[in-house]
């Protein structure tokens, strides 16, 4: 194989650009960009695929033309191999380098002048992946790049007359970034004259960058000129294409029209390599080499060129380790064992949780359960005085919304200063009279401003939308299944010396809070797109300031899927942990990215650029591991007296479950979770099943897992039954196949349906959408679809019994015979909010009834007969009023607000 490099070598005569080297080269910038997220906003199962898609064709386009050798497709193949692994990960840094892995390994097995112009491409995919890296974990250099990609919008939208706010995103600096790698590298490896070639090249990408963005300042308008589709009857077939093609242009605007730039600027490099003259390259056979080689062996070669030689070739690997480590590496916290969280009790809020016989939901009741799960001490306090203060590791401040005193903010202040951690978390802002947000007043002597506006989401709780650093509070969470619990909040306004922790790269800001309130809301012109900070941190004295722009990750609703993001968060500002983004780390691993680029730009070599993606691939993995871990939340229910039951549950999320990770949509979950609450428990989605989560919890439950439990975590949840706790299955007969050998382990099974060709087994017969008793009253509830579920325990508890022509089949079961108690119910969705709704409030009497008999030392409860119920409605009318009157006294002596 050839070795790929940019040196210039004896004349050749075949100077023009291979074919196959330009499609390669283009297809290797289409994957680095899609990779990126440069190319709009895309699913990242979709994502992948078209990265795949151009990687094919790159692949495709260099297989040798003949067998080839081993070491060729040893070299293609093992890229390739790396490549898959790379682009498993929802990491932009990770999918760029594994198109330049891929390129690198082209330019390595392809010879003379397609090796030089496919190394350059592996060069600008590496040089992306550089960029990605110091714009997600670098904050001054994500703040340098999105105040270009303003500066940038503002240019265009001037020169249009169509106003343009945009920030690095949409601003399209990555395709500004490769094209300059290209450019530079074209006029290098080109035969002169330049002069000319050199400006209308570059007027011609500067052209189609302003075209991009003309479009982009005008896809409002292109929005409403669209017809308005609407689906056609299903009699009528002949406009479906038009349909489905319409409302796809009104999807893609303006979310997609980056693809535009895409199409530009690949037309505009192929144009460059295809017209010009390439310098030519020399090809050695192995004879030549080997004489070469001999003749270099002999020669004396200085130290200094020795030396040089030594720093070319370890540099590159060297520095990205170290690069990595400096803005990657964070080492927090989330145990809050002897620190005290005291909380500002007023604001635009209530300290409720879910109770019994209330309809209050509440709003941040479950956040002092929370800290005291994590060891840590929660106090709220009335006026911010300074016995408070003097006692507080972290002040929280929700959503204030009444003026301030000087006094108290001076207090607020010079508790930051003295050392101390603030946790500021807003909502849209509201000014209706009775209140106002006040959260601006605390942050003025920082250089973060909650906007007076709506951070709107495209893709609905900003899932696969976020940009996510390198921090303590966020290292080892994705932005998959909303783990960091943002919704419909404020973005923010941010300066250097403050810093994102979170930005919403697919969303725009709605100006006001109409759109909270009322949930509609268009993207107009001139309102910011793409690249919203949610939540920042700037240093203040000795201590730390965090604003999250919206409080939902604090809810009692939303904190059974953010606790790992805010159990993070607490321990960073509680513990004062050292984090990536301090400006001594940032500097120096600034300056190591840059004489990173500078060793691979200086001296281009195909296996060096291989090697030191491999490299930095493999440190990058490592360091986001070792952070994880080292933050990972671990909340701890069991109780100081032995007495009291442990109130840790945990809902397995980690199995494909048959629950959207949306928790209010139909086949979500929130139902479930708000009975928990109300029967005491601190109910959490569980991010894995390890023995140390289990071993803190009291309950868990599992909803018909699609993924098969592992060996290790079956034994993990006999453990966890063994010492006590209660494990509560719900799943029907077409989803049992995967939790089968586990409910085996505790003598249950639940038989699958449907019995495939060749099977023996007896296929169930569904019992369907029936409604049952339980208790010794006649209350009812109903099953969503209900199957039999057969236990061989001799000591079981059949819950619910329904009997038909087959004898008596148990839909709810239970036994107690492995140390705890074990339960099955024989419906998918059983606990689906879609139940929940169909049953009209019977499904909440219902698993207080059944809660009471699984949860150890609780007194089993059953519910009043309906004739009960109505005798308590026909009460005379004076005790009525006399609990009217009571509930108005206890109302009023409240100094809480309702939250919306």
Same mark, same amino acid.
């Given at each position: 194989m050839a070795s790929a490099t940019l040196s210039n070598n004896v004349p050749n005569p075949r100077t023009a650009a291979p074919v196959d080297a330009l499609v390669i080269v283009a297809a290797g910038a289409v994957a680095a960009w899609l990779a990126a997220g440069s190319t709009g906003l895309l699913g990242h199962g979709l994502q992948h695929a078209l990265t795949?898609?151009?990687?094919?064709?790159?692949?495709?386009?260099?297989?040798?033309?003949?067998?080839?050798?081993?070491?060729?497709?040893?070299?293609?193949?093992?890229?390739?191999?790396?490549?898959?692994?790379?682009?498993?990960?929802?990491?932009?840094?990770?999918?760029?380098?594994?198109?330049?892995?891929?390129?690198?390994?082209?330019?390595?097995?392809?010879?003379?002048?397609?090796?030089?112009?496919?190394?350059?491409?592996?060069?600008?995919?590496?040089?992306?992946?550089?960029?990605?890296?110091?714009?997600?974990?670098?904050?001054?250099?994500?703040?340098?790049?999105?105040?270009?990609?303003?500066?940038?919008?503002?240019?265009?939208?001037?020169?249009?007359?169509?106003?343009?706010?945009?920030?690095?995103? $949409?601003?399209?600096?990555?395709?500004?970034?490769?094209?300059t790698v290209f450019y530079v590298g074209w006029l290098i490896c080109t035969e002169p004259p330049r002069g000319a070639r050199a400006i209308w090249a570059a007027v011609a990408i500067l052209a189609c960058h302003v075209v991009y963005l003309t479009v982009l300042a005008y896809s409002e308008t292109l929005l409403a000129?669209?017809? !308005?589709?609407?689906?056609?009857?299903?009699?009528?077939?002949?406009?479906?294409g038009v349909w489905t093609v319409g409302n796809g242009l009104r999807m893609m605007l303006p979310w997609n029209v980056p693809l535009l730039a895409v199409a530009l600027q690949v037309a505009v490099l192929v144009t460059m390599f295809h017209s010009a003259t390439w310098k030519p390259v020399i090809e050695l056979d192995e004879k030549q080499l080997k004489k070469l080689q001999e003749e270099k062996e002999k020669e004396e070669v200085?130290?200094?060129?020795?030396?040089?030689?030594?720093? $070319?070739?370890?540099?590159?690997?060297?520095?990205?380790?170290?690069?990595?480590?400096?803005?990657?590496?964070?080492?927090?916290?989330?145990?809050?064992?002897?620190?005290?969280?005291?909380?500002?009790?007023?604001?635009?809020?209530?300290?409720?949780?879910?109770?019994?016989?209330?309809?209050?939901?509440?709003?941040?009741?479950?956040?002092?359960?929370?800290?005291?799960?994590?060891?840590?001490?929660?106090?709220?306090?009335?006026?911010?005085?300074?016995?408070?203060?003097?006692?507080?590791?972290?002040?929280?401040?929700?959503?204030? !919304?009444e003026p301030w005193s000087e006094a108290t903010l001076q207090r607020i202040w010079d508790y930051v200063r003295r050392g101390g951690s603030l946790l500021l978390a807003a909502d849209p802002m509201v000014?209706?009279?009775?209140?106002?947000?006040?959260?601006? !007043?605390?942050?003025?002597?920082?250089?973060?401003?909650?906007?007076?506006?709506?951070a709107v989401t495209r893709t609905g709780s900003w899932e696969q939308s976020y940009q996510v650093p390198a921090h303590p509070a966020t290292v080892g969470l994705d932005d998959m299944k909303n783990r960091f619990g943002i919704e419909l909040g404020s973005s923010l306004r941010v300066r250097w010396p403050a810093k994102p922790l979170l930005v919403g790269r697919w969303g725009w800001?709605?100006?006001?809070?109409?759109?909270?309130?009322?949930?509609?809301?268009?993207?107009?012109?001139?309102?910011?797109?793409?690249?919203?900070?949610?939540?920042?941190?700037?240093?203040?004295?000795?201590?730390?300031?965090?604003?999250?722009?919206?409080?939902?990750?604090?809810?009692?609703?939303?904190?059974?899927?953010?606790?790992?993001?805010?159990?993070?968060?607490?321990?960073?500002?509680?513990?004062?942990?050292?984090?990536?983004?301090?400006?001594?780390?940032?500097?120096?691993?600034?300056?190591?990215?840059?004489?990173?680029?500078?060793?691979l730009v200086i001296r281009p070599n195909g296996w060096q650029i291989l090697l030191t993606s491999a490299v930095l691939s493999l440190t990058l993995v490592c360091v986001a591991s070792v952070g994880a871990h080292a933050s990972r939340v671990l909340p701890d229910g069991r109780p100081h007296d032995i007495v009291d039951p442990n109130k840790l549950a945990y809902v397995d999320a980690t199995h494909l479950e048959a629950f959207s990770s949306d928790l209010w949509t139909p086949h979500g979950v929130a139902g479930l979770l708000k009975s928990l609450m109300r029967h005491g428990y601190l109910p959490l989605l569980a991010t894995d099943l390890s023995l140390e989560r289990l071993q803190r919890a009291g309950l868990l439950?599992?909803?018909?897992?699609?993924?098969?439990?592992?060996?290790?975590?079956?034994?993990?949840?006999?453990?966890?039954?063994?010492?006590?706790?209660?494990?509560?299955?719900?799943?029907?007969?077409?989803?049992?196949?995967?939790?089968?050998?586990?409910?085996?382990? $505790?003598?249950?099974?639940?038989?699958?349906?449907?019995?495939?060709?060749?099977?023996?087994?007896?296929?169930?017969?569904?019992?369907?959408?029936?409604?049952?008793?339980?208790?010794?009253?006649?209350?009812?509830?109903?099953?969503?679809?209900?199957?039999?579920?057969?236990?061989?325990?001799?000591?079981v508890k059949p819950w619910s019994v329904w009997t038909d022509e087959r004898g008596e089949r148990p839909v709810i079961a239970s036994h107690s015979d492995h140390g705890g108690t074990v339960v099955v119910i024989g419906d998918t969705h059983f606990a689906s909010n879609e139940n929940y709704d169909m049953n009209q409030g019977a499904m909440v009497t219902f698993w207080r009834w059944l809660l009471s008999r699984v949860t150890p030392g609780q007194e089993p409860w059953s519910p009043p007969s309906t004739a009960d119920a109505a005798s308590k409605k026909s009460a005379p009318a004076q005790n009525d009023d006399a609990s009217k009157k009571a509930a108005k006294a206890d109302a009023s002596k409240s100094p809480e607000k309702s939250d919306p």
């Open positions: 795949w898609l151009a990687l094919a064709v790159a692949l495709i386009a260099a297989c040798p033309k003949n067998r080839g050798t081993f070491g060729v497709w040893a070299t293609l193949s093992g890229a390739t191999l790396l490549a898959v692994l790379l682009t498993s990960s929802t990491v932009p840094t990770l999918n760029v380098l594994a198109v330049a892995v891929v390129l690198a390994a082209i330019a390595v097995v392809q010879r003379g002048l397609s090796s030089r112009i496919v190394l350059l491409g592996a060069l600008a995919a590496v040089v992306l992946a550089l960029y990605r890296l110091a714009c997600d974990d670098i904050p001054m250099v994500w703040l340098a790049a999105d105040f270009k990609g303003y500066v940038f919008g503002r240019l265009v939208g001037g020169l249009v007359g169509r106003p343009l706010s945009v920030g690095a995103t $949409f601003g399209g600096l990555d395709f500004l970034l490769v094209m000129a669209l017809p !308005d589709m609407v689906l056609p009857p299903e009699s009528d077939t002949s406009n479906v200085p130290g200094a060129v020795l030396l040089a030689d030594l720093v $070319f070739r370890l540099g590159p690997p060297t520095l990205a380790v170290v690069a990595v480590v400096l803005v990657g590496l964070s080492l927090g916290r989330s145990d809050l064992t002897g620190k005290t969280v005291v909380a500002y009790e007023k604001g635009y809020l209530n300290w409720q949780k879910p109770q019994y016989d209330s309809s209050i939901d509440g709003s941040y009741g479950l956040l002092p359960m929370f800290v005291e799960a994590l060891g840590g001490k929660f106090q709220r306090s009335k006026d911010l005085s300074e016995k408070d203060l003097a006692a507080a590791d972290v002040l929280v401040l929700i959503h204030p !919304d000014s209706d009279g009775r209140s106002r947000s006040s959260f601006n !007043d605390v942050l003025q002597p920082t250089s973060i401003r909650v906007r007076r506006d709506t800001s709605d100006p006001g809070s109409d759109a909270a309130l009322t949930g509609a809301s268009s993207y107009n012109a001139g309102e910011p797109l793409g690249d919203l900070p949610l939540a920042a941190e700037q240093s203040f004295g000795r201590g730390r300031v965090l604003v999250l722009g919206n409080a939902s990750p604090l809810r009692n609703e939303m904190l059974a899927n953010s606790y790992p993001f805010v159990g993070r968060l607490l321990g960073h500002l509680a513990n004062s942990s050292s984090d990536p983004q301090a400006v001594w780390r940032e500097l120096l691993g600034l300056l190591a990215l840059l004489g990173l680029i500078a060793l439950i599992s909803i018909a897992p699609a993924r098969e439990f592992t060996g290790p975590q079956r034994a993990a949840i006999a453990s966890f039954v063994g010492a006590g706790g209660t494990f509560l299955a719900i799943v029907g007969a077409e989803e049992s196949r995967p939790i089968g050998p586990l409910l085996a382990d $505790f003598d249950f099974a639940v038989p699958h349906s449907p019995v495939p060709p060749g099977d023996v087994a007896e296929e169930p017969s569904p019992l369907g959408a029936k409604y049952s008793g339980f208790g010794e009253g006649d209350q009812q509830y109903r099953f969503y679809a209900a199957w039999p579920i057969q236990c061989n325990s001799g000591n």
